[in-house]
């Protein structure tokens, strides 16, 4: 495996560990928190577009396991092509 591919991999599984990061984070820290908005600073904008196309999901917000299986996929084709 070439260097780049290790790179964009440890970047997929450090994306999809703050995603699972900030869900957990979201349901026992306060919005003000300085890590909740740490981590909400880094993946808000990966959910903004995303929040934009889900229909409402009756109070339920699925952005973020969009954006997971997102992130899995397009960093499993991009180390797929590399290799």
């Given amino acids: 495996m070439t260097s780049l591919a290790n790179a964009i991999e440890i970047v997929t599984r450090a994306l999809t560990l703050i995603i699972l990061a900030d869900v957990l984070v979201g349901y026992f820290l306060d919005a003000f928190h300085p890590i909740r908005q740490f981590l909400d600073s880094i993946?808000?904008?990966?959910?903004?577009?995303?929040?934009?196309l889900l229909p409402s999901g009756g109070g339920l917000d699925f952005s973020p396991l969009v954006l997971f299986f997102l992130v899995e996929m397009a960093g499993t084709v991009i180390v797929g092509i590399l290799v």
């Avoid at 993946?43 to 934009?52: G, S, Y």
């Fill in 43 to 52: 993946v808000q904008p990966f959910l903004a577009p995303i929040r934009k």
